[in-house]
């Protein structure tokens, strides 16, 4: 188990700390993914864990023992870097066990862990060749070769997928999760990739200006995000944020009035107040055109109309790009559903049973 405790980086000649008040506990054989924007402290946070980083303060414990100080050699740690670092004049064998040969392990013990590891990550077969030889996603392999011969207690990884095209990165990012469910090491993954934190994480730590907005499993922070921060960095497209006030128990926005269901006003955790302005949450597959909701007599199908500005066809899916007084809105719609030209109107279904209401002063989501 790794914890830390209020921990902190502030470095010389900066007002301000890179991270602040950081606390977790990660569970053994866990894959915790750290995710945010450039500069938000996910790879401070990450070298700190490593050792590689002073903690300015706060507690990093590793199980029961506090290793503030300890040096990374004594951490018992393997990093995975988004530079794959591999030695060019040694084969994949020798980049393999370069690591355990400087520990002076005995030669049959390495040749043994490298036979191994290179079969867990499919590379038996180019383990004589060197790294000019190998494709970005078989050198990005080596680099967790090397990491999995040392057989730690806790893996790093950080942004070990950028340097690899999309594709790759879909078939490698299946790769490492599969591996460390089979491995159970406790594993650290920092990326500035939504996508890839949603579909890799047990847990993810969402971060913005040094600070944790939100800890939870992908389908928690998706569905119940903190704040405003959240749910516009997770989700793509990115979720319809709409400016409205509350005015008679209803959501006033333009012309339209929303009067959301019950079973929404009720988990509002705070109380509306009349006339003040709010943000409401809208994630783009929650507005339909199919006839099967515009013709619904459901009280949560909100209907309105929208002028569509721009259409993206993915294939399965169509992006619909929308104007509602002057706000951009993104529907992401089926295939077959109910669709119109570029300029025309549209009418569109919105399920209010999905909506989000934001505190638009503190960013907060008030239904909990």
């Known amino acids: 188990m790794i914890e830390l405790k209020n921990v902190q980086k502030k470095y010389k000649n900066n007002d301000n700390y890179s991270v602040e008040n950081f606390n977790l506990k990660i569970e053994d054989g866990e894959f ?4 945010g924007p450039s500069g938000c402290g996910k790879s401070t946070t990450l070298r700190m864990i490593a050792g590689l980083e002073d903690i300015t303060g706060g507690d990093l414990l590793f199980g029961e023992e506090r290793v503030n100080e300890l040096h990374p050699k004594d951490r018992d740690i393997a990093m995975v870097f988004q530079d794959y670092a591999l030695y060019p004049h040694m ?3 020798e980049n393999m066990g370069f690591g355990l040969k400087v520990r002076k392990e005995p030669k049959e013990e390495i040749a043994q862990k490298v036979d191994e590891a290179a079969k867990i990550i499919g590379l038996e077969e180019y383990l004589d ?3 000019k030889n190998l494709s970005g996603g078989q050198r990005q392999r080596v680099a967790l070769g090397r990491a999995i011969v040392r057989n730690p207690r806790l893996f790093l990884m950080d942004e070990p997928l950028s340097n690899l095209d999309a594709k790759l990165r879909v078939s490698t990012r299946v790769e490492i999760t599969s591996l460390q469910k089979r491995l159970g090491v406790t594993t650290i993954y920092v990326t500035h990739d939504q996508v890839e934190a949603m579909t890799m994480a047990d847990r993810m730590v969402v971060m913005e200006s040094g600070i944790i907005q939100q800890v939870g499993t992908p ?9 405003l921060f959240v749910a516009k960095f997770i989700g793509q497209p990115q979720i319809n944020l709409i400016d409205t006030v509350y005015k008679d128990g209803k959501f006033i926005i333009g012309t339209d009035e929303i009067e959301l269901p019950n079973g929404i006003m009720k988990r ?8 003040k302005e709010y943000v409401i949450g809208i994630r783009p597959e929650h507005m339909k055109t199919d006839r099967l909701s515009l013709n619904s007599e459901l009280d949560s199908i909100f209907k309105t109309h929208m002028q569509v500005k721009h259409i993206e066809n993915m294939g399965n899916e169509i992006i619909q790009y929308m104007d509602l007084n002057g706000q951009q809105i993104i529907a992401k719609l089926e295939r077959r559903a109910n669709l119109v030209d570029k300029g025309e109107d549209c009418e569109i279904g919105i399920d209010l049973t999905k909506t989000f ?8 989501n008030i239904i909990k």
């Open 32 to 35: 915790i993914v750290f995710v």
């Open 91 to 93: 084969t994949v064998r």
């Open 129 to 131: 060749k060197k790294p």
């Open 219 to 227: 389908v928690e922070i998706y569905d119940n995000p903190n704040n």
């Open 268 to 275: 509002v955790n705070e109380d509306l107040v009349e006339n």
């Open 357 to 364: 209401i934001f505190n638009k002063e503190t960013g907060e």
